[in-house]
């Protein structure tokens, strides 16, 4: 209501007005408040910035914009008449020397208004591209939920993803989950196409292997003086061309006799077939499976241990999206505290009440783990692994353990463990998870949390 620029009735439907037409995405329309070169720069700002478009459909954002070009006009119309009487005192006369001194402090706050804007516009591009990435991301500005993604959690959203990025040894903890099977979307070479196609015949086979000098082939080139054609060992004699046998021969270009030979093998045994749950590694034609991550969220893990913990959340939803892989996390307490995530239906509120909410409570590790190991005979899942991330302040019952011991056995599954503390509290997770990671390194934690 209070402003030194202009008279209120002309303030106010200005105002109104703005809130309206940003609200849709439009540009202001000319009015009687502001002069016609402030309202040019404004509605420059608006659109080089990218202002406009975040403020489509979500009002929070129109008022807060509203809100930043009233305060730069508030700071002009307290800044420019000092100015002026400087600029009359030099012999400017009193109209020119206002005009002056009030475009020289617009230029100036606009210009502030503007790395202020790019800033924070920066963030939010950001914060829009990792919800995205989690698959939780409405359309910019045409969603109801837009506001949410201006959320506070979400600036503790960009710390904690920058947090997992700098410790490399998570990056490798999670890229390791989830084991190998063959990929149907990656096409087999041709060579395996046949050899699946084709009967499986018992007795010996044989394999054409080239450069087994057992056969002459061909002319082909190569660096190997045993098979060179005598035409090359002329150059090699030449005063001058045996500089040019010395290049050919070290680009593997001398020309040399083909051979080849061959090997008997077993075509029953020719491509082994993988096996469910075995296998490591990043195989070509094959992809890794889901994951089953399930998060201690005790009062014990309080601090430092929870926003790891937060952290690998979040980088563990963003990997299985990437690579196209189911993932879910269950987040346990004590007794009959057990929630649940899943990347294929996760929802943006539940995920900021992930990131707002603080740990507390007791620990109890079978609900969590005997929810993952139901899940484990379902075939969608059968190729998951599980990861465990506590400070392994929790008692093991000798029940628990043997029912994870004959899910290894039967299952092949893989148990994770990820201990942020530091080794004293071993012994439980030892019980339970093989490998156990100790991530105990807070120092490292809080230099990238610092930079």
Known sequence: MTHPLGRLRPRADHVVELLTRLDR?????????LGSSTERRIRQLLVRSGALGYCKQTPEVARAVV????????QVELQWPATAALLARCGQLPQHAQRRARARHTRRELG?????????????????????????????GTDTDSGRLRDRAWFDLLRLQQWVAQIHRLQRLLEQLGQQRPDPAQSATPSQLLQQMSPREAGPQQRQLPGMPMETRGITRSDNLARMLPLEAAFLGHEVLHLLWHARRAEQGLLSYAVAGVMPIDAGNDWPQPRAGQGEGRGQGSQQGPILLCLDTSASMHGLAEQVS?????????LARRQRRSCLVYLFGGAGELRVLDNRRLTLPELLDLLRGAFSGGTDVGTPLQAALTRLQQQEWRQADILLVSDGEFQVSEALREQVERAK??????????QLGYATALHAMRQLCDPVHLFSDWRSLEQAARS
């Open 310 to 318: 937060k952290a690998m959340v979040l980088e563990a939803l963003r």
């Open 25 to 33: 995405g439009q540009l202001p329309a000319p009015g009687r408040w």
């Open 409 to 418: 056995e039967s299952l092949g599954v893989r148990l994770f463990g990820l």
């Open 67 to 74: 809100q930043d070009i009233l305060l730069v006009l508030e």
């Open 112 to 140: 502030r208004l503007a790395e202020q804007w790019q800033r924070r516009i920066s963030l939010w591009q950001t914060l829009d591209k990792v919800a995205e990435e989690l698959g939780i991301a409405p359309a910019l």
